[in-house]
């Protein structure tokens, strides 16, 4: 039997949202300019993939190039702006309880899964489908998938550029927190997959957070 950790959001400021998020089921909302969505690793060693998008304009969106070029780092953390191609910036890691964060290992789909792991995975769920059903309530498509980020998912590179997706540095209840720097929809698939390890072969709920910094505008 497994309980549900009780959590507070990592930066405080009055709750305007808390929902669940099912295990590979996807979410989606509209974070204000100024609030703090956490997200929950409930428990522990759950993928989160996160696509984002200004909230009035959706071409302008996250990218993982103009990210990790400004930064220098290939990785996310406390710090990371996350940006657009423009370099504008859409949301700030403002705090991150596990360290580091993929932004190279993309999104699985029925495609990759039946090329990596063979033909008898063609019918699992994965998030691209996660990401066309959700994205459809906002008017997605398929030409609006790009690289995403995998909060929580453990993607080690090495120095001639291998990587491979390993057991997750997460653990049960811990947290990051993304501060909105303008309007942004953020839409997450939280991530069905069952055949490497970035889920511990058992997807899980997670949770998601809004907060208002207190004493802001309602």
């Not at 691209?128 to 030409?143: M, S």
Request: glycine share 10%; aromatic share 6%; net charge negative.
């Amino acid at each position: 039997m497994t309980t549900t950790i009780e959590t507070a959001p990592l930066v405080p400021g009055t709750v305007i949202r808390d929902e669940q998020v099912g295990a590979r089921g996807p979410w989606s909302a509209v974070v204000e300019a100024g609030d703090v969505l956490t997200i929950v690793d409930l428990f522990g060693n759950q993928a989160v993939d996160t696509l984002i998008f200004a909230a009035a304009d959706h071409g302008q969106r996250y990218s993982a190039a103009a990210t990790v070029s400004a930064q220098r780092n290939l990785f996310l953390t406390t710090g990371s702006v996350l940006r657009t191609d423009d370099h504008d910036a859409l949301m700030t890691l403002v705090a991150d309880e596990v360290g580091s964060h993929d932004t190279v290992g993309g999104a699985c789909s029925q495609e990759s899964n039946t090329l990596r792991y063979g033909h008898h995975t063609k019918h699992q769920h994965a998030c691209v489908e996660n990401f066309l059903a959700e994205g459809a309530r906002w008017g997605l498509g398929k030409r609006d998938l790009v690289s995403n980020i995998n909060f929580f998912m453990n993607v080690p590179v090495d120095a001639d550029g291998t990587l491979g997706i390993v057991d997750g540095l997460s653990a049960p209840g811990r947290r990051l927190a993304l501060r909105a720097e303008r309007d942004v929809l953020v839409l997450v698939s939280n991530c069905p997959q069952i055949n490497n390890p970035c889920n511990g072969f058992d997807p899980t709920p997670v949770r998601m957070i809004v907060t208002r910094p207190t004493g802001a505008p309602a």
